[in-house]
């Protein structure tokens, strides 16, 4: 399983320090497949990764302190091994935004998707600390599949206090 690409999304981007409070989003496909790099159709693109299962895979790089992450979502835009879980969170809680009941990778996306059942981060997540938003494999390693993942985020420096997660403060 690899970042198209081959590197997690870096947020905030660069210069969005010089606009703070400014809402953006970043996009991250997450393909598997063969080696070609073209990500369309079942190459799901670079295929570094040749151990997957239980394996970590960073999506999102939380490089500055003081972002906070407004909600998470993703889409499937080609079908996954039957018996793949992926799940959305960080290093404190591994399906704090999606968890695999949420992304049904065997399934085709008509639409961007949401947890139907509200996750530790439903309120959003404010990082006080660098860190990064992972996708976490379970159960088998995919042989094909693509997922683009959202993040809807802002930058607000001044504001860099610990949050356990679900904060009121959005």
Known sequence: MANLGGTAVAIPQI???????????ARCRLGFGDTTETGGG????????TDTHDEIIPL?????????VHHVSYDV?????AVVDICIGDG???????????????????????QATPMAYSRGRRYPTTDSIDAFVVKADPAVGILNVYCVYSYAPEYAEADTGGSANT
């Open 15 to 25: 210069g969005e320090e010089f606009i703070p409070h400014g809402v953006y989003v």
């Open 60 to 68: 999102f790089d939380i490089n500055s302190t003081g972002v906070f």
């Open 42 to 49: 079942s190459s799901g693109g670079l295929d570094r990764w």
């Open 92 to 114: 404190q809680d591994t399906d704090g935004f999606a968890d695999a009941t949420g992304i049904a990778a065997t399934v085709i996306s008509t639409g961007v998707g949401y």
């Open 77 to 81: 835009e080609a079908l996954f091994t």
